[in-house]
């Protein structure tokens, strides 16, 4: 099975960490986003996955220079100018010339999703296409999905005013496709899988989801991209080691519900709770870092505050004494 990453995005909410990496390079605990999706991939049978490229494409190239993830085979598809989801999936699935049933999805979905038992239902459903859809308290940010009782998609409403949403089903972003939906995308034409293709497949009735409610982030916000990582160590999703082993944390210093990466320093007195630290931060003496993101090889001066979702950039670095709550740093 193969299938076709959609990884070209500028992800402008998570700036300032995107002005540099793209999001699915960013850290998730040590592992890259991208790195957490493709291993999903591959344990639920997906031997090569395309990635449809589009900002800043060498840095994943360089990160993976032997072309795999997971053991999972990568090939590399860089748009000459972004042709949006719909646009991108089929560029990409060209460019590796799929010709059978293939799975496209967004990079930036942390899940469980059985994606293998997507693919069973698709084939048993005998469709075009087949969405998975997960349920949120509050769908008008998303497209919501409306389905009969055999699957079949009734209607593809993005992003609904919140009292008109028929249902709180929204599209998950991992689709199985049969390869007829390339064709419904003319060649190096700017297209949304969503505002354009799968209406036209709903009016043809070809189009089908599967409703599964297991863990599902959309990890594009500093709020989401704050919880899939917190989740991983905290006990919601898995327990994993927090602490990466080579980072120094002062015996006093307190970390408590956060992520602390390679070789960062945390000075005596600090206190970190549910934040992030990327890979080389430095914190300095009493300094508070709460709810927050810390990016790679950033300091933190003493005795400095940072609170309410502040996110640092990539070697940015703070004044001791200055207070930050809910700011993006540089904004
Ligand atoms: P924001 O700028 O913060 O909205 O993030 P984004 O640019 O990543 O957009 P969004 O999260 O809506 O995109 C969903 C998925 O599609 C992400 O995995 C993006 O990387 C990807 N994506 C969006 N537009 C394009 C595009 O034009 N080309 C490619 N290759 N991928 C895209």
């Known amino acids: 099975m193969r299938a076709v990453i959609l990884v070209g995005g500028f992800g402008t909410r998570l700036r300032p960490l995107t002005l540099s990496t793209p999001k699915q390079m960013l850290p998730v605990n040590g592992f890259t986003m991208l790195e957490r999706v493709v291993a999903h991939l591959g344990a639920h049978g997906v031997t090569e996955a395309v990635l449809?490229?589009?900002?800043?494409?060498?840095?994943?190239?360089?990160a993976y220079p032997d072309d795999t993830i997971a053991g999972v085979r990568l090939h590399y598809a860089v748009e000459p100018?972004?042709?949006?989801?719909?646009?991108?999936?089929?560029?990409?699935?060209?460019?590796?010339?799929?010709?059978?049933?293939?799975?496209?999805?967004?990079?930036?979905?942390i899940t469980d999703l059985n994606i293998a038992g997507l693919v069973r239902q698709h084939r048993s459903f005998g469709g075009e296409g087949t969405v998975h859809l997960t349920p949120v308290d509050d769908p008008s940010r998303f497209g919501v999905v409306q389905i009969d009782d055999d699957g079949r998609v009734l209607a593809f409403i993005e992003k609904p005013p919140a009292h008109e949403a028929p249902s709180n089903w929204i599209n998950a972003g991992t689709y199985v496709f049969e390869p007829s939906v390339i064709e419904r995308v003319p060649p190096g034409e700017r297209v949304s899988i969503e505002r354009t293709v799968f209406p036209a497949m709903v009016a043809d009735r070809t189009l089908y989801a599967v409703q599964e409610a297991g863990y599902w982030v959309d990890a594009g916000t500093p709020e989401s991209y704050l919880k899939v990582a917190l989740d991983l160590v905290n006990g919601v999703r898995s327990a994993e080691q927090a602490v990466a082993s080579d980072a120094t944390v002062a015996f006093d210093a307190?970390?408590?519900?956060?992520?602390?990466?390679?070789?960062?320093?945390?000075?005596?007195?600090?206190?970190?709770?549910?934040?992030?630290?990327?890979?080389?931060?430095?914190?300095?003496?009493?300094?508070?870092?709460?709810?927050?993101?810390?990016?790679?090889?950033?300091?933190?001066?003493?005795?400095?505050?940072?609170?309410?979702l502040t996110v640092v950039g990539q070697s940015v670095e703070v004044g001791a004494n200055s207070t930050h709550a809910g700011r993006k740093l540089p904004g």
């Not at 449809?52 to 360089?62: D, Q, S």
């Not at 307190?254 to 070789?263: D, F, K, L, N, R």
């Open 254 to 308: 307190q970390v408590t519900e956060s992520i602390v990466g390679a070789g960062a320093i945390i000075e005596p007195g600090a206190v970190i709770e549910r934040s992030i630290l990327h890979p080389g931060v430095r914190i300095g003496e009493g300094a508070r870092v709460v709810d927050s993101i810390v990016g790679t090889r950033a300091r933190i001066g003493a005795r400095a505050r940072l609170t309410d």
């Open 52 to 62: 449809a490229l589009g900002y800043l494409p060498e840095i994943f190239r360089e």
């Open 81 to 109: 100018e972004p042709l949006d989801t719909g646009g991108a999936i089929c560029f990409a699935a060209r460019s590796i010339g799929i010709d059978d049933t293939f799975i496209a999805l967004n990079g930036d979905v």
